[in-house]
């Protein structure tokens, strides 16, 4: 038997959808990629500008010290003292051997000889006090000579650099995440289309259809295919039905001139061996029928063709009746019969003959199934949304990897071969309970089954056919 698909109205998160994920993983990639090259572009202008004030250094102190010739510091004073006067965007500094200043517009330097960058601490004399890049270089009388060159450039671009990279990086998954949202909605949506479809059509609206944009792009190729394949299907299903109600016609007829044949032997005098074999043939044809019916009925609900003169019925009320036409079978049987229903009216919107069928096959399947002696308690609550019916047993029960497989058509336990039936008590029972959106689930009882069942109330309408 189809495992029935209950009808829902469930939204597609779009966070949890394959499309978000696709375009997270590419926005991912997109960012990044964009943060390699800013990082790239970046590192290579700081390394230019950084390479051309070295330079710059470079040039201005091998002036200084091939215009004093000697490098020590009697020989760089006077060079030193005019480069000071007259060498503008420049901060110089020579010391003597015991780290005296003897000219420059410098503060005072550790002699540390190569590259440096030197801080605010460091930067020069009032008022200026800038950041400086420089070479140090250690004379040959001991001293000290220092030039270097305004940094607050290098400063300034690697402030720049970082603010771009960051607000870059902000922009970059601010359109990424906002065209995998607009991306994700629009698939979201076509599939929203294709799931409502669907639900439609399990609802029992064979009719319906995809629409389609006219945009002729990959949803529209899908939705041709599926309309192509549902239009199929709706023949197959109409067929089908055609050839349902011809077999309901034609060999009821037969079968029922077979049973009154039957019966008109069993009226005519014949011996003990004849009458035996009469009967037998009699109650197999009846058994016959009553799977023909059964698999007829079946077919009929699984063909999803909606619930029939559908109306609102009061569950407490058929319970009742039904009950009070097991007492006296179950008292004969020896069995007890409890009744402990819920005081709520509950109604359901639903077929009340197939709702008295499906209550009676399981009333009959407890009875069928225990023992004398025991005891089979019928028992419901009430929620805002759904009546759960209870009918509960104390019998021998079903082991719990068999409680799945005893819903399949003609399907009998070994321990119940012996007890008349025809395996699609639980089949149609199962079936009725889907027509009308419920849910029937069997547990153990310990000892024994207990059968529950979950209509939905008659406030929750269901659609009319």
């Known amino acids: 038997m189809r495992e029935h ?3 829902s109205t469930y939204q597609f998160s779009i966070f949890k959808s394959s499309s978000f994920r696709i375009m997270a993983i590419f926005t991912g990639c997109f960012v990044i990629s964009g943060l390699c090259v800013m990082a790239i572009s970046g590192y290579h202008s700081l390394s230019l500008l950084t390479r051309q004030i070295q330079k710059s250094v470079s040039d201005e102190r091998e002036e200084a010290l091939s215009q004093a ?6 020989h760089l004073r006077p060079v030193m003292a005019e480069l000071v006067r007259n060498g503008p965007g420049f901060y110089y500094l020579l010391q003597d051997a015991q780290e005296r200043i003897v000219t420059g517009n410098m503060l005072h330097l550790k002699p540390d000889q190569g590259w440096r960058n030197l801080t605010w601490t460091h930067r020069s004399l009032l008022p200026e006090r800038r950041p400086v890049i420089g070479y140090g270089l250690i004379l040959q009388d001991g001293g000290y000579l220092f030039v270097g060159i305004d940094a607050e450039p290098i400063q300034t671009l690697r402030h720049d650099l970082w603010f771009t990279f960051i607000w870059g990086m902000a922009v970059f998954m601010i359109i990424g995440a906002g065209g995998g949202l607009l991306v994700s909605r629009f698939v979201l949506g076509k599939i929203e289309a294709i799931s409502q479809t669907a639900r439609d059509i399990m609802r029992g609206d064979m009719s319906r259809r995809l629409e389609l944009n006219a945009s002729n792009d990959e949803f529209d190729h899908l939705a041709t295919s599926l309309n192509a394949m549902l239009e199929r299907n709706e023949r197959l299903i109409a067929s089908l039905h055609r050839v349902t109600d011809d077999i309901a016609h034609d060999m009821r007829r037969p079968l029922a001139h077979l049973g009154q044949h039957l019966d008109d032997a069993m009226q005519q005098e014949c011996s003990p061996a004849q009458s035996n074999a009469l009967t037998c043939a009699k109650a197999n044809l009846d058994e016959a029928l009553e799977i023909f019916s059964s698999l007829l009925k079946l077919a009929q609900m699984e063909a999803g063709s909606g619930i029939p003169d559908i109306q609102d019925v009061s569950v407490r009320e058929i319970l009742l009746s039904i009950t009070d036409i097991y007492h006296p079978i179950m008292e ?28 009676a096959n399981l009333l009959e399947n407890a009875a069928n199934h225990c023992p004398a002696g025991s005891t089979i308690t019928v028992s419901s609550f009430t929620t805002d949304t759904t009546d759960t019916l209870i009918i509960a047993d104390n019998g021998p029960g079903i082991p719990e990897h068999e409680r799945e497989r005893v819903f399949e058509k003609m399907v009998r336990l070994d321990h119940s071969r012996s007890i008349p039936g025809t395996g699609l008590g639980l089949s149609l029972v199962r079936a009725i309970i889907q027509l009308h959106h419920g849910h029937i689930t069997l547990r153990d009882n310990a000892p024994g089954l207990r059968c529950e069942i979950q209509l939905p109330r008659s406030k929750d309408r269901l659609p009319r056919h």
């Not at 004969?332 to 005081?343: H, Y």
């Not at 359901?348 to 197939?354: A, I, M, Q, Y």
């Open 69 to 74: 010739g000697i490098h020590d510091v009697a």
């Open 332 to 359: 004969e049987r020896k069995q007890t019969l409890l009744v402990a229903l819920a005081q709520d009216d509950m109604t359901c919107s639903g077929n009340k003959v197939l709702l008295v069928q499906m209550f």
């Open 5 to 7: 698909v209950k009808p």
